[in-house]
């Protein structure tokens, strides 16, 4: 995947692109900080809700492990994409 193809999928120019991020590397790492920002903002509120210390640890649990496999879906994407890019067949 190329910045083209990421302008295309997101509906931005090339040159929006480049003025915000240098090259892809770079959109799929602020991709991956946005993910873990909404993780924490969404299970403090969660955990806010839940009445007893078991239910917030149980919580806690189910969505760390939901967030990580978010993340390694993402990071796996990033390293497909890294290794057709370096591949020298």
Do not use: Q
């Not at 640890?57 to 390293?79: G, Q, S």
């Amino acid at each position: 995947m190329t910045m083209v193809d990421i302008a295309k999928e997101s509906e931005f120019s090339v040159g929006t692109m480049y003025k915000f991020f240098k090259n892809k590397e770079e959109v799929y790492k602020e991709l991956i900080l946005k993910k873990v920002s909404e993780f924490h903002t969404a299970l403090n509120e969660a955990i806010a809700t839940k009445e007893t210390e078991i239910e917030k640890i149980n919580l806690w649990i189910k969505e760390r492990f939901r967030m990580f496999y978010i993340i390694a879906i993402l990071i796996n994407t990033f390293l497909k994409k890294l290794k057709k890019i370096y591949t020298f067949d």
